[in-house]
């Protein structure tokens, strides 16, 4: 058996791909877009003499598009078999990809007319937005936690991960010659202890393993902790009459917090302000969350049964901006108030109109809560730049900037450990992907010490036997 990391090797972080490849059998599992790296776009289009034609099926461990963000190039290459989810990551799934297609048309329209004024030929896009429909046409829902024939020879089994409503780690049982062999590809990990999904569901048998390692280095406050001191930034925030930023993430991210400071609202904790959710997005996830009430965590079932937390928004006027125009209109709101708007990681979208007109404000409060990839504006101010570039002009940082890694969708270091440790009295080889160097190795030191199995950190495009 063969498996090859198309993609979050070699120390980085997005395009999540494994090429896994058996005596009869080709399956993908995830096909992730490169994102916030140089040289992206190049990166994201996969070589044509990399052929579909013989792919069997395609698993997806999550909807994040740094998992799904390649499968419409599958449709332009006529991949003709199934693409196996659970039923929330083909409904998130679809509404990412449709986003996608939309951004990245929007995106090659603007560069062709550069590229038109310089006398250069036109670009094509990625993909459109018939590839997206071609390629959802395929996709197949499945069960947690049972065994689903994927490809001849091939079974796979999807089991919580935590990270993301609908996400799962995904056990593989490869028969080649009536010898079995268990590959386990971790997905994204949530953290222990964070509300919103339920926690992640660990495996106890694999012959070898695939785990992220975002944040391997590292452990995030407790959840209660971060919530508390999430409270005592937006009380101070509040105190200082200015806009409160935070940069979020469309799908997990944005429903997560939304759900807090509803929860702060209603114990009084925190004293009620006007919450502008400014992602089209993450609005029409939040609806896809609560068709999907069965994946919530229980502390958050026993909340909503008691009061809908949208009553304690309703009260403070909160508003979903669905339009530019509403988008805009936030410029001129006066006093305090928090806006979330995509993207997570400032590099697109509407939080780096919201930055530009605010950033260099002493008043404006910018929460980060989630990763930051490298070269991002969200990533410079993290590092405490006294500027950043947006949209090629200079602007001043005088906002203060707080980041809270416990609201991080990922595990810590710890988290990571614990869901290894029932795998480890099988001896498997261990893969750390999906990471930095500075995640990964220190998890690699850490498994070793803990574990005595020396993982291994394989690059981009490298090629595993087993």
């Given at each position: 058996?063969?498996?090859?990391?198309?993609?979050?090797?070699?120390?980085?972080?997005?395009?999540?791909?494994?090429?896994?490849?058996?005596?009869?059998?080709?399956?993908?599992?995830?096909?992730?877009?490169?994102?916030?790296?140089p040289?992206?776009?190049?990166?994201?289009?996969?070589?044509?003499?990399?052929?579909?034609?013989?792919?069997?099926?395609?698993?997806?461990?999550?909807?994040?598009?740094?998992?799904?963000?390649?499968?419409?190039?599958?449709?332009?290459?006529?991949?003709?078999g199934?693409?196996?989810?659970?039923?929330?990551?083909?409904?998130?799934?679809?509404?990412?990809?449709?986003?996608?297609?939309?951004?990245?048309?929007?995106?090659?329209l603007?560069l062709?007319?550069?590229?038109?004024?310089?006398?250069?030929?036109?670009?094509?896009?990625?993909?459109?937005?018939?590839?997206?429909?071609?390629?959802?046409?395929?996709?197949?829902?499945?069960?947690?936690d049972?065994?689903?024939?994927?490809?001849?020879?091939?079974?796979?089994?999807?089991?919580?991960?935590?990270?993301?409503?609908?996400?799962?780690?995904i056990?593989?049982?490869?028969?080649?010659?009536?010898?079995?062999?268990?590959?386990?590809?971790?997905?994204?990990?949530?953290?222990?202890?964070?509300?919103?999904?339920?926690?992640?569901?660990?495996?106890?048998?694999?012959?070898?393993?695939?785990?992220?390692?975002?944040?391997?280095?590292?452990?995030?406050?407790?959840?209660?902790?971060?919530?508390?001191?999430?409270?005592?930034?937006?009380?101070?925030?509040?105190?200082?009459?200015?806009?409160?930023?935070?940069?979020?993430?469309?799908?997990?991210?944005?429903?997560?917090?939304?759900?807090?400071?509803?929860?702060?609202?209603?114990?009084?904790?925190?004293?009620?302000?006007?919450?502008?959710?400014?992602?089209?997005?993450?609005?029409?996830?939040?609806?896809?969350?609560?068709?999907?009430?069965?994946?919530?965590h229980?502390?958050?079932?026993?909340?909503?049964?008691?009061?809908?937390?949208?009553?304690?928004?309703?009260?403070?006027?909160?508003?979903?901006?669905?339009?530019?125009?509403?988008?805009?209109?936030?410029?001129?709101?006066?006093?305090?108030?928090?806006?979330?708007?995509?993207?997570?990681?400032?590099?697109a979208?509407?939080i780096?109109?919201?930055?530009?007109?605010?950033?260099?404000?002493?008043?404006?409060?910018?929460?980060?809560?989630?990763?930051?990839?490298?070269?991002?504006?969200g990533?410079?101010?993290?590092?405490?730049?006294?500027?950043?570039?947006?949209?090629?002009?200079?602007?001043?940082?005088?906002?203060?900037?707080?980041?809270?890694?416990?609201?991080?969708?990922?595990?810590?270091?710890?988290?990571?450990?614990?869901?290894?440790?029932?795998?480890?009295?099988?001896?498997?080889?261990?893969?750390?992907?999906?990471?930095?160097?500075?995640?990964?190795?220190?998890?690699?030191?850490?498994i070793?010490?803990?574990?005595?199995?020396?993982?291994?950190m394989?690059d981009?495009?490298?090629?595993?036997?087993?």
């Amino acid at each position: 058996m063969r498996i090859t990391v198309f993609g979050a090797g070699g120390g980085e972080v997005t395009g999540s791909a494994y090429l896994v490849e058996s005596g009869k059998s080709k399956v993908l599992i995830d096909c992730g877009l490169v994102q916030g790296v140089p040289n992206a776009d190049r990166k994201n289009r996969i070589p044509h003499e990399f052929t579909f034609r013989n792919l069997n099926s395609v698993l997806v461990t999550h909807a994040h598009l740094d998992h799904t963000g390649r499968l419409p190039i599958l449709a332009q290459r006529k991949f003709a078999g199934s693409v196996y989810c659970t039923e929330a990551t083909a409904e998130l799934a679809g509404l990412i990809l449709r986003d996608a297609a939309r951004i990245q048309e929007a995106d090659i329209l603007r560069l062709n007319r550069r590229r038109q004024r310089e006398g250069r030929a036109p670009l094509d896009p990625l993909y459109s937005a018939q590839d997206v429909e071609a390629i959802l046409g395929r996709f197949r829902s499945v069960p947690y936690d049972k065994p689903v024939a994927v490809a001849p020879g091939i079974e796979a089994r999807w089991v919580e991960a935590g990270h993301l409503l609908g996400s799962a780690s995904i056990q593989l049982i490869v028969d080649e010659n009536g010898k079995k062999k268990t590959v386990v590809f971790s997905g994204d990990l949530g953290q222990f202890g964070a509300p919103l999904t339920r926690y992640f569901c660990r495996i106890d048998k694999a012959d070898a393993v695939f785990l992220e390692s975002t944040y391997g280095d590292r452990n995030h406050r407790s959840f209660k902790e971060t919530a508390s001191e999430f409270a005592e930034i937006v009380r101070r925030a509040s105190s200082q009459g200015g806009k409160i930023l935070v940069p979020t993430f469309a799908v997990g991210r944005a429903q997560l917090l939304v759900a807090l400071l509803a929860w702060l609202f209603r114990k009084g904790e925190v004293k009620s302000f006007p919450v502008y959710l400014d992602s089209p997005m993450a609005i029409e996830a939040s609806k896809i969350y609560l068709r999907h009430p069965e994946l919530w965590h229980e502390r958050l079932q026993e909340i909503v049964r008691e009061r809908p937390l949208r009553e304690e928004l309703l009260k403070v006027r909160s508003k979903l901006c669905t339009t530019a125009k509403e988008s805009q209109a936030l410029n001129d709101v006066k006093g305090t108030c928090m806006i979330l708007a995509g993207a997570g990681m400032c590099n697109a979208g509407r939080i780096l109109h919201h930055l530009r007109n605010n950033v260099w404000r002493e008043e404006t409060s910018v929460l980060i809560v989630g990763y930051q990839g490298r070269g991002t504006a969200g990533r410079a101010l993290v590092d405490g730049a006294k500027s950043i570039r947006i949209f090629g002009e200079k602007t001043i940082v005088r906002a203060s900037v707080h980041s809270l890694g416990g609201f991080s969708a990922h595990a810590g270091q710890s988290d990571l450990l614990n869901w290894l440790a029932p795998m480890v009295h099988c001896r498997p080889q261990i893969f750390l992907t999906h990471g930095e160097d500075r995640g990964r190795q220190p998890l690699a030191a850490s498994i070793e010490q803990r574990f005595r199995i020396n993982p291994k950190m394989p690059d981009a495009r490298e090629v595993i036997e087993l």
